[in-house]
Nanobody
Framework: QVQLVESGGGLVQSGGSLRLSCVAS????????MSWYRQAPGKERELVAD????????NYADSVKGRFTISRDNAKNTLYLQMNSLKPEDTAVYYC????????WGQGIQVTVSS
């Protein structure tokens, strides 16, 4: 059974940092294109960042460029999102996604940035 489990969320003050992790089980992460999405209250889910299987290509939403860094450790079957200079508008539930022939979602984790 495939599972993606996020961790590292929580409450942080504006300007602070958090690192999210997404540990995969039941699949070999190295074969998968991975993404982080987020969904704020009353808003649609949006792409935050994604990364190719080998980690050589990354892509970011304009709203997080220069502040967030997506990375992966295929040996640990883990995806990361380093979030710096956090703003209140980054408050959302963050989800990791794995995509190959099928799409798998994590359960999501809350990130709250206070002003």
């Amino acid at each position: 059974q495939v599972q993606l489990v996020e961790s590292g969320g929580g409450l942080v003050q504006s300007g602070g940092s958090l690192r999210l992790s997404c540990v995969a089980s039941g699949l070999s992460l190295s074969s998968y294109f991975m993404s982080w999405y987020r969904q704020a209250p009353g808003k649609e889910r949006e792409l935050v960042a994604d990364i190719s299987g080998a980690g050589g290509t990354t892509n970011y939403a304009d709203s997080v460029k220069g502040r967030f860094t997506i990375s992966r450790d295929n040996a640990k079957n883990t995806l990361y999102l380093q979030m710096n200079s956090l703003k209140p508008e980054d408050t959302a539930v963050y989800y990791c996604l794995a995509r190959l022939w099928t799409i798998y979602w994590g359960q999501g984790i809350q990130v709250t940035v206070s002003s």
